[in-house]
C-alpha cells in the first residue's frame, strides 16, 4: 500500500491508484472530460489537473493518468490549478460552446463567455468514442491528422465498413457530437457516414437492430437468443407472458 496525501487528508492507496481514484475515495470531487471509469485513461482534456509536489518541486499533472506515489502531496483545488483549469475549459467552450457538458462545467467553474474567438464545434477529441470502439474489438473510428486539423472519422473518411450501430461511442461521447438515428429500414450514424441496414423483429416485424450488429452478439454468446432477436417491447411482453404462468 501506498501512503499519500490529497487536500491535506492522509489516504492508503493500492499500487496502481491513480490520484483521481484517490481522491474520490476520499470524496474529493474532480472535474473529468475524457475519463470513463470502464476505459483506460488517456489524459487529453487536461480538466482533471491538480498540483503534486514531488521532492520538494510542485508540478500540474492529470489526475486520470498520474499513479498515486509513496509521500505525494496532492492538491486539487488552489488557486493555481483552478486558474489552469478555468483556461482549459474556456478553451474547450470557445471550441464547442453548445455543448451542454461544457457550459454547465463552465458555469460551475465561473465561465459565462470565453474570451477566444468561437467556433462551431462539437466534438474536443477527448477519444473516449475511439477507445470505446478499439475496446469492444471493432476500431471503426480513429484520430486523423494533427493539430488544429486533427479529427476523428472513418478509414479514409469513408463508410465504415465494420461500424456496428452499437451506439456506445454515442452513449460515451459527452458532448453529444454522434448522434444515431433510426429510419424505417436503417440506422444513421452522420459522423461516421455510414448507414447500417436494420433486422425486424420477428416477432412485431419492427426494424430495431443493425444486421451487423446481430451477428456480432450471436458470434460473442454473450445474450441469450431472445434478447439478441426480439425488440425491447416484444422482449419485455415475451417476459411479462412468462411470469403469468
Ligand atoms: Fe483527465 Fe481528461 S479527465 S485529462
Same mark, same amino acid.
Given at each position: 500500500?501506498?501512503?499519500?496525501?490529497?487536500?491535506?487528508?492522509?489516504?492508503?492507496?493500492?499500487?496502481?491508484?491513480?490520484?483521481?481514484?484517490?481522491?474520490?475515495?476520499?470524496?474529493?470531487?474532480?472535474?473529468?472530460?475524457?475519463?470513463?471509469?470502464?476505459?483506460?485513461?488517456?489524459?487529453? &482534456? #487536461?480538466?482533471?489537473?491538480?498540483?503534486? *509536489?514531488?521532492?520538494?518541486?510542485? =508540478?500540474?499533472?492529470?489526475?486520470? !493518468?498520474? @499513479?498515486?506515489?509513496?509521500?505525494?502531496?496532492?492538491?486539487?483545488?488552489?488557486?493555481?490549478?483552478?486558474?489552469?483549469?478555468?483556461?482549459?475549459?474556456?478553451?474547450?467552450?470557445?471550441?464547442?460552446?453548445?455543448?451542454?457538458?461544457?457550459?454547465?462545467?463552465?458555469?460551475?467553474?465561473?465561465?459565462?463567455?470565453?474570451?477566444?474567438?468561437?467556433?462551431?464545434?462539437?466534438?474536443?477529441?477527448?477519444?473516449?468514442?475511439?477507445?470505446? &470502439? #478499439?475496446?469492444?474489438?471493432?476500431?471503426? *473510428?480513429?484520430?486523423?491528422?494533427? =493539430?488544429?486539423?486533427?479529427?476523428? !472519422?472513418? @478509414?479514409?473518411?469513408?463508410?465504415?465498413?465494420?461500424?456496428?450501430?452499437?451506439?456506445?461511442?454515442?452513449?460515451?461521447?459527452?458532448?453529444?457530437?454522434?448522434?444515431?438515428?433510426?429510419?424505417?429500414?436503417?440506422?444513421?450514424?452522420?459522423?461516421?457516414?455510414?448507414?447500417?441496414?436494420?433486422?425486424?423483429?420477428?416477432?412485431?416485424?419492427?426494424?430495431?437492430?443493425?444486421?451487423?450488429?446481430?451477428?456480432?452478439?450471436?458470434?460473442?454468446?454473450?445474450?441469450?437468443?431472445?434478447?439478441?432477436?426480439?425488440?425491447?417491447?416484444?422482449?419485455?411482453?415475451?417476459?411479462?407472458?412468462?411470469?403469468?404462468?
Amino acid at each position: 500500500m501506498i501512503k499519500l496525501v490529497v487536500d491535506n487528508q492522509e489516504i492508503e492507496a493500492k499500487e496502481g491508484t491513480t490520484i483521481l481514484q484517490a481522491a474520490s475515495a476520499l470524496g474529493i470531487p474532480i472535474p473529468t472530460l475524457c475519463f470513463h471509469e470502464a476505459l483506460g485513461p488517456y489524459g487529453s &482534456c #487536461r480538466v482533471c489537473l491538480v498540483e503534486i *509536489v514531488k521532492g520538494s518541486r510542485p =508540478g500540474l499533472v492529470a489526475s486520470c !493518468t498520474y @499513479p498515486a506515489e509513496e509521500g505525494l502531496v496532492v492538491e486539487t483545488n488552489n488557486i493555481r490549478v483552478v486558474r489552469t483549469r478555468k483556461m482549459m475549459v474556456e478553451l474547450l467552450l470557445a471550441r464547442c460552446p453548445h455543448s451542454e457538458k461544457i457550459r454547465e462545467l463552465a458555469n460551475n467553474l465561473g465561465i459565462a463567455e470565453p474570451r477566444f474567438d468561437k467556433e462551431d464545434e462539437s466534438c474536443i477529441l477527448c477519444g473516449l468514442c475511439v477507445r470505446v &470502439c #478499439r475496446e469492444i474489438g471493432i476500431n471503426s *473510428v480513429g484520430f486523423i491528422q494533427r =493539430g488544429a486539423n486533427r479529427e476523428v !472519422t472513418t @478509414p479514409f473518411q469513408k463508410p465504415s465498413e465494420v461500424c456496428l450501430g452499437c451506439q456506445a461511442c454515442a452513449f460515451l461521447c459527452p458532448t453529444d457530437a454522434i448522434k444515431f438515428e433510426d429510419t424505417a429500414e436503417e440506422r444513421k450514424i452522420d459522423k461516421w457516414k455510414t448507414s447500417l441496414k436494420l433486422q425486424e423483429c420477428p416477432s412485431c416485424g419492427r426494424p430495431f437492430i443493425p444486421e451487423r450488429l446481430q451477428i456480432y452478439l450471436k458470434g460473442k454468446d454473450l445474450l441469450t437468443p431472445e434478447a439478441i432477436d426480439l425488440c425491447e417491447l416484444c422482449r419485455r411482453k415475451s417476459l411479462g407472458s412468462r411470469l403469468a404462468t
